[in-house]
C-alpha cells in the first residue's frame, strides 16, 4: 500500500479517482459524531478526566513519546494516571488485558508494552476504549485516564483533546481517506484543545522535540554507547512505525551509512526478517526493539527517544484538569 501513501504526499492522479470515496467517508463521520453528540448513540463519562492524545491524519505522529512524557509529568504534579488503548496488533487471550513491564509483546502490543515499561503506569488494552477505562479504574486508584489515540472513538467522553501533528508531512493533500491521509477534516483541529508539532520548522505554539542519550544494546542492556557511535560507519537500519523515513533519516543526519529496512507500523518481528547476510550493526527504534528482544543479538542497538515540550503546555493541561467547569 505504499504506493497509495506515497501519492497522499505528493501530486498524483489517483486522488481524483478516489475523490468521491473520500467524499462518502466525511459523511459517515460526520453522521457518526451527530449521532454521539445527539445521544442516538451511546456516550461513557468516566467519573474522572480523560485525556485523549490522538490525531488526525494517518501515520506516526509522535503519539507515544507524548504519551510517555505526559504521564511522566502528571505523576510528578502529584497525580497518578492510568493509560488506556486499543492495542493494535495485540493477541491477548481475553479483553480487556492489563498490559505489565514483563507482558508478552505479542498480547500487549507493541505501543503499549513500551508505555508500560516507561511510565510504571497501569495500562489497559481493549479495542473497546470504555470498557478498558472502566476495567482500569475498577483495579486501580487513578483519578486522570490517558487515552493513547481514540480522538474519533466518540463512544469515550473526554475532557481534554490533544492532537500531535508532524511537522514534516503535516496533512498532505488534506483530503480524507482513501485519496488522502486524514481520518477526519481539517476542521476538526479547531475543536480540540492543544494542538502539538512534532519537529522543527513550525512556528506553532507548542511544539515537540525528540532527543536521544545514547544507544543501547539489546541483548545486554548494560552496554551503552553515545548517539554519534556509529558515525561514519555502515549499518543496517530497520523500523516498523508510522513514518520510517524520519528515523532512517535521523540516522543521516549522524553521518551514518544506513541500509534502510522499512516495515509496515506494529510489524511483528521474525529472526529471518532481521538476518541481512552479514554482521554489520542493526539499529532500530525502541517500539521495534520490545519485539526483538527474545532473539536479540550482540549487535542489536536501539534508540531510546524522550519528548521535550514547552513547560506552558503541561501548565495549561493541568489548570483544565483543575478547571471544574470543564468538560
Known amino acids: 500500500m505504499k504506493w497509495l501513501t506515497d501519492s497522499w504526499y505528493q501530486k498524483h492522479p489517483l486522488r481524483w479517482l478516489l475523490l468521491p470515496l473520500s467524499f462518502l467517508y466525511r459523511l459517515i ?74 507482558s508478552d509483546v505479542r498480547e500487549a502490543g507493541d505501543e503499549p508494552l513500551l508505555i508500560s515499561r516507561r511510565t510504571a503506569c497501569p495500562v489497559v488494552i481493549d479495542p473497546n476504549r470504555s470498557q478498558a477505562a472502566v476495567h482500569l479504574l475498577s483495579r486501580h486508584h487513578c483519578d486522570v485516564l490517558i487515552s493513547d489515540d481514540g ?14 501533528v508532524d511537522s514534516e508531512r503535516r496533512f498532505g493533500n488534506k483530503l480524507c481517506l482513501p485519496a488522502g491521509p486524514l481520518r477526519e477534516p481539517m ?10 508539532h512534532n519537529g522543527d520548522g513550525s512556528s506553532q505554539l507548542y511544539q515537540m522535540q525528540l532527543n536521544a542519550d545514547a544507544w543501547i544494546n539489546l541483548k545486554d542492556p548494560e552496554k551503552r554507547l553515545p548517539v554519534n557511535a556509529f558515525a561514519e560507519k555502515e549499518v543496517h537500519a530497520i523500523a516498523g512505525i508510522g513514518n520510517p523515513q524520519r528515523f532512517f533519516d535521523r540516522l543521516c543526519e549522524h553521518k551514518i551509512i544506513v541500509h534502510p529496512h522499512a516495515f509496515v507500523d506494529h510489524h511483528a518481528y521474525r529472526v529471518q526478517d532481521l538476518n541481512f547476510g552479514d554482521d554489520l550493526p542493526l539499529l532500530m527504534t525502541e517500539k521495534d526493539a520490545v519485539k526483538c528482544l527474545s532473539f536479540a543479538q550482540e ?25 471544574p467547569s470543564h468538560g
Open 29 to 102: 463521520i460526520l453522521f457518526r459524531k451527530q449521532a454521539y453528540q445527539r445521544d442516538i448513540l451511546t456516550r461513557h463519562k468516566m467519573p474522572v478526566p480523560v485525556i485523549i492524545v490522538g490525531n488526525i491524519s494517518v501515520g506516526g505522529t509522535g503519539k507515544t513519546p507524548f504519551v510517555i512524557w505526559l504521564a511522566e509529568q502528571l505523576q510528578l504534579a502529584g497525580f497518578h494516571p492510568g493509560i488506556i488503548s486499543r492495542g493494535y496488533g495485540s493477541k491477548a487471550p481475553a479483553y480487556p488485558f492489563e498490559v505489565k513491564a514483563d
Open 151 to 164: 480522538l474519533q472513538h466518540y463512544a469515550l467522553q473526554r475532557d481534554i483533546e490533544i492532537t500531535l
Open 187 to 196: 476542521s476538526r483541529l479547531k475543536a480540540v484543545d492543544f494542538v502539538v
Open 299 to 323: 549487535n542489536y542497538w536501539y534508540l531510546p527517544v524522550s519528548a521535550h515540550i514547552d513547560a506552558s503546555l503541561l501548565k495549561a493541561i493541568i489548570d483544565k484538569l483543575k478547571d
